[in-house]
C-alpha cells in the first residue's frame, strides 16, 4: 500500500509530448511577457532613443513619491483613498453576502427563489451600462464625488456575484453540522455564526481576495462617480496622468504604475489557486 | 413568525437594501431618464422661464409676431414705475397726474410712451422725459420666473393677449428645465452615425468574442490540458494576468507597445519602417489592438472554465480513445470538443453580455478613434452622457442608449437563467422551524 | 498473439513501482494479473497498451517490440474498469470509434460495428447513448469496442468490479466465451481471486511490484510458493498457526498441538514456522485431532463456516456441510488432515 500514495493518481499518458504545446504557448505568451517585463525595466532605467536596451539606472521616474505635481492631488493621499475605497467594498461585500448567501442556501424565507433569480441574472447583468443613471442618483443625493457613494455603488454591483458565490459555498456544509448544531439547543444565528461560517472560512477569505482586486483596479466607476481631487483613487490618478500630459513620460507613467499594481501581483502570486476558482466560476469582463 | 424566517429575513435586508438602491433603482431610472431631454444644459433638477434669445428663436415660426413683440422693450405705466418716479424730483403734480390717466397702459415703443408723456399737462424737460420713460421701460428677456404663472402674469402685463394654446408653446419655449420627450428614441433610431455604431458594435462582440473568448481560450484550454501540470498552472498564471491587472496599467502597456517610439516601432524600425502609432494609424489596426487588448482579458474566464470542464472528463476516456489509435487531433475533435458543448455556450451567453457592455479598455485606449471608427455602443452612451468634447452632456440621450443595453442585458440574462436551470440550484431547507 | 514483457521496470519520478518484472503470455492464452490494490498490476496493464512507457525493459507483441511505440500504433484492445465509454455517442459510434478514427468509410464501419454487436449481444442497443444503460449492456459495448479492430491483445483492467453479484456471474463467462470464440490473447487485471481462478488459463499473483508465482488456477491453489499466495487464494481463506519446528513436527507455541510433517525433515529445532490449515482440511475427517471453542458460526446455505479459537488464541477456520448441532461457545473436537497443509518459513517461503 505505501508505495500507491506516491504514485499519480492520474498520470499523463506517454502518448503524447507535452513539447509543442509548451513550444507554441510561449511563443504566444511572448508579447505579455515583454509587456511585463519592460513595466517593471523602464520604471528604472533610462535608455537611448530607438533603443529597448537600457543604458543607464535612474530613480527619477519615483519622484512622484516624494514630488507633487502641480495640478496633481499628492500621490499618498490618493493612496490612502484607494486603501478606504478597497478596504470598505471588501468589508461591506464580506459581511452583507456572507449574510444573504446562508439565508439563500438554508433559510426559510419568502421568494426565496426570486431573490435568487434575481441575484443571477444581476449577476450576469453588464452593469456599467447603469453608469449614467448612477451618475444621476448620486448627484440627486448629493453623494456625488464622495467616496462613501461610489463605495456602495461600487458594493452593490459586486453583491450580486459575493451572494451567489457565497450560497453555493454553503450548499457545501453539510446539512448535519446544522442540524447537530440545532438538537444540542443553538440558536440558527449561532449555529450560523459558530459553526457554518468557520467551515467555509477558505471561501470567504477567496470572496475577500477578489472584492479587494476588484476594488483595487476599478477605473470606471471613480473616473465618472468620484474624480476629484480630494477623493481620487489610484487609477483615476493614473489615468489622469496619462492622459492629459502631452508629452508623453512612460518612464513615469510605469513607475506609478508599478506602484499601483505590485500590491495586485503580491496577492496574485500567494493566492492564485483560489482567485482561478473565482475567476473560473464566472465573473464579469 | 417562525425564528428562522425573522432571521432570515433580516439578514438578507442589507443585500435587498442596497441591490434595490444602487442597482435596481439605476435599472428603471436608466428608462425614466431616457424619456427625458435632461442635459448639462437643462440640469438635472426642476427648470425655471426665461425667455432668452434661443427661446424668442424657437417661438419666431410658430408666433413671429409675439417673438418679435417680447424680444423688444414695451413700456408699461405701473405703480413700481411710479414710485420710482419720486427720486427723480420731477414737478410735483406730474406723478399723480401720470397714476390718474394713464395708470395700466402699455406702449409698444419708446416713441409712443414720450409722446404720451409729453403730452401731459406738467411737461417734463427733454431730458426727464427720457428719464421718465427709462422707469417705465419693461421687457421679459433675459428675467428668470420660477413658475409658469410668475411669466404669464408678466406677458399679460406687458399686454400681450394669449390663448391657452400660445400660453403652452410660450411656456414650452422659455423652460429651461428637462422635460419628457421621446425624441431620444427617435433620434437614435434616424441618426446615421448611430447605425454605424451598431455595426461597430456588432463587429467588436462577434469577433472577440469568436477569436479569443472561446477560439484562444479554447486554445489555451487544450494546450495547458497536453502539458505536465505545473508548466500548465504557470501558462494559466499568464493567461490571467490580464484581467488580474488593473485596466489603466494595462493598457498602459499596449499604449507603449504600439505608440510612436514604443516597442512596435522600434521592432519595426530594424527592418527599416518608419516609426508610426500603431494604435491610432489606421482603423483596420485601431481595431486590431482593441480586439487584441479585449481578447487578452477575456480569454481568461473561457481559459478557466474550459480547463476546469477538461478536467471533469474521465482520465479514462483519453486513455481509451488513445488505444482505440486516435490521434491528437483525433482526441480533441471527438473526445474533448463534444463534451465542452455546454461550457462553451455559458460562455459565450456570459461574454457576449460583458463584451456588450464593457468600455473601459476601448475607452482608455483609443477612445474610440481614430475618428469614430472603434466607438461602440457602450463608448458612445458614457461619450454622450458622460464626457465629451462640446461639453453639453446629454444625459437623456445617453440613458435612452444605455436603455438599450439594458433591455438587451435583461433579455440575454433571462435566457441565460432559463438555459441553465436555476430552479435545480434552489433546494428545500432540511431544518424545518 | 505471444506477449512478452522483459525486464520491465517502471518507476514514477523517485518511486519505483515495478523493478525487473519477467512475464510471457502464450498466444491465446488468458493470463490473471493478481494482487492487492497498489501491487503494480494496473501499472503493467498500462505499460503493455502504451499509456505508460517502461522506465527499461523491453515489450513484445509476438516478435515485434513495441516498447516505444505510441497505443495508437499498438493494436490492443483494452476493457477499462469504468468502462470508459463515451457519453456523447451513441453505442454504435463508441464501438465503432477506433474504425472512425482509422478512417475506413462509414458503411464498412457499420457493417462490422454490426456483427460484433451481434457476437456480445447488443445488436438491439446500437441507437443508445451509454447512460441509457445497464451496467451490464454497458460492459459489452466496452468489450465490443475492444474487440472491434482485431486487436493483437486484449487487456481487461478490473472489468467486472462495478458490476452487481449476479451479472458478475454472467459476465465471467461471457468473456471467457468471447476470449475463447476470438482466440485473442487476454490479460485480466483484478484483485479478485475467484475471478482471476475462473476465467483465467493461467495467474500471475503480484506482490509490491514482483511476480511472486505464475501457474494455473489448480495448482497455485494446491501448490502455493508463499505464504501471500496462500493466503490470496481460496475463499474462506486460509488460517495461519505461529509455532516452531520440533523434532520434524510443527508445534505450536504453547505446545497444545504437535504435527509431525515430513516437509520438517532437517529444519532445526526451534525454527519459528507458520503452519497454513485450509478451511476444508479441518472438520470431520482427517487425522489430528484439535479442540478448540468455537466463536463464530456462519451458515452460507450449503456449507457452514465455524471459527474455532484454539487454548493458545490462534484461530482455525473450518467449512463444512451444514449442520446444526454446533453453536457459538461449544467446545469441539474436530479433524485436521495434516497431509494437506503448508507449512512456511518466517520469510514466508514454503517449505
Redesign the interface.
Known sequence: MAEKTAVPTNPASANFSGLPVIGLLTLLSLPLAVMYAYLFIDTISNSQGGSLVPSEFTLEHWRFLWETRPGKPNIWLVTLNTVIFTCCITAVTLTVSSMAGYVLSRLNVPARGFFLAGVMVLHAFPSVTLIIAIFIVLQYLGLYNSLIGVILVKAAIDLPLGIWLMKGFYDTVPWEIEMAGVVDGASRFTVWRRLVLPQIKPAVMALGLFSFLSGWSEFILPQVLAPGARVQVLSVYLAGLIADDNNFDFGTFKAVGVFYVVPVLILYAFFQKHLMNIYGGGTKG | M????M???V??A???I??L???L???I??AV?AMTN?STATG??AGAYQVTQAAVNRLKTDMPELAAGISEPRFVIDEDGLTQLDALKLKPGFTAELRASHLGEVFLSRREAERMIKSLKERPSTREVKQISDVFNRSVMNTRFEDRAALMESLAKLGFKLSPQDEEKVSRATYTGWIWTADNFRTIANSQDMGQILLNTGFYVAVTLLLFNVGYALL?AV??H???AS?A?V???????????????YV??????T?D?G?IS??M?LFGHPPKNYLLDSAGSAWFFVILING???A??GM??F??AIKAI???????????????W?QIR??IL??L?WPIL?VT??QT??L?????EI??STRGGPGRSTEVW?LA??HT??QNYTGNLE?GL??AM?LV??VV??I???I??RVFR??T???K????? | MRILLDKFCKSFGTTSVIEDMQLEVGSGEMLALLGPSGCGKSTTLFAICGIHRPTSGRILFGDRDVTNLPSQARNVGVVFQSYALYPHMTVEENIGFPLKVKRLATANIKQQVAEIAKLVQIDNLLGRRPGQLSGGQQQRVALARALIRRPDVLLLDEPLANLDAKLRLEMRSEIRRLQRETGITAILVTHDQVEAMSMCDRIAIMNKGEIVQIASPSDMYNDPRTAFVAGFLGNPPISFLKGRAEQGAFVLRDGGLKLPLPALSGIADGTELTLGVRPEHFGVAGGIPVEGRVTFAETQGRENLYDVVLPDGSVLRSIQPVRDDVKPGAQVRWMLDSSSTFVFAEDGRRL
Open positions: 417562525k425564528t428562522s424566517r432571521l432570515g429575513l439578514m438578507i442589507p443585500a435587498a442596497i441591490i438602491l444602487f442597482f433603482m439605476p435599472v431610472l436608466t431618464f435632461m438635472i433638477s489555451l494546450t495547458t497536453y502539458m505536465p508548466t498552472s501558462f494559466r498564471a499568464i493567461w490571467l494576468l490580464p484581467r488580474i491587472t488593473p485596466v489603466v496599467i498602459l502597456m499596449w499604449k507603449w507597445l505608440w517610439n516597442f522600434l521592432f524600425g487578452f482579458i477575456g481568461s474566464m478557466l472554465v480547463s476546469s474521465p482520465q479514462t476516456h483519453f486513455y481509451a480513445s488513445e488505444v482505440d489509435g486516435a490521434n491528437r483525433q471527438y473526445i463534444p463534451q458543448r455559458f451567453c456570459y453580455l460583458s456588450l457592455a464593457s468600455f473601459n475607452l482608455l457602450s452612451a458614457y452622457a458622460l444625459y445617453g440613458a444605455a443595453l439594458v442585458g435583461v440575454l440574462s433571462l441565460y437563467l436555476y430552479d440550484l434552489v433546494t431547507p432540511l431544518i424545518e422551524d
